[in-house]
């Protein structure tokens, strides 16, 4: 239905969305989902101060993996790297949209899990993939795969236990 979610619930529509932005945050809808997310002041521009608020909540999970942060100015250097942003300590959706790797800025601000992957990723394995350009799956692809698999495992497993 076309009802509005509780106080503190979301509807189905609005976790699809961000169920999708989620697992493949290279996509422009995604990329500007995330954007709206981290924009606090919705000035169109993702601030030092923006990206060290979402930074501080990552050292706090970290730190309580006993993991030790990298310092957020540190963190920031490789940010401002990757993104290029045209403006010196402004980073606006374009400049996102244009660096092809907003999914890396992304995850190292707001998901801890993948940034984590992403840290200990082997850096050739780019390359690798590189080579099979053609075949490569979009990460929401990969997604749908590993929870399809799991949902046929379950299955299984259920109906041995039925028939045991």
Sequence with gaps: GRKAPK???ISY???VW???SEE???TQTSIEYWFR???LDGDGVLSMYELEYFYEEQCQ???SM???????????CQMLDLVKPQCDGKITLHDLKKCKQAN?????FINLDKYLDHEQKDPFSVLRVGENEGQELSDWEKYAAEEYAILVAEEAATEQWNDG
């Design 37 to 39: 997310c981290m924009d």
């Design 13 to 15: 529509a609005d976790f």
């Design 7 to 9: 106080e503190g619930k």
């Design 61 to 63: 999970k970290m730190e």
């Design 104 to 108: 890396l800025f992304f995850d190292t």
């Design 24 to 26: 493949d945050k290279k």
């Design 66 to 76: 006993a993991i030790e942060p990298l310092p957020f100015e540190d963190c920031l």
């Design 18 to 20: 961000f169920l999708l």
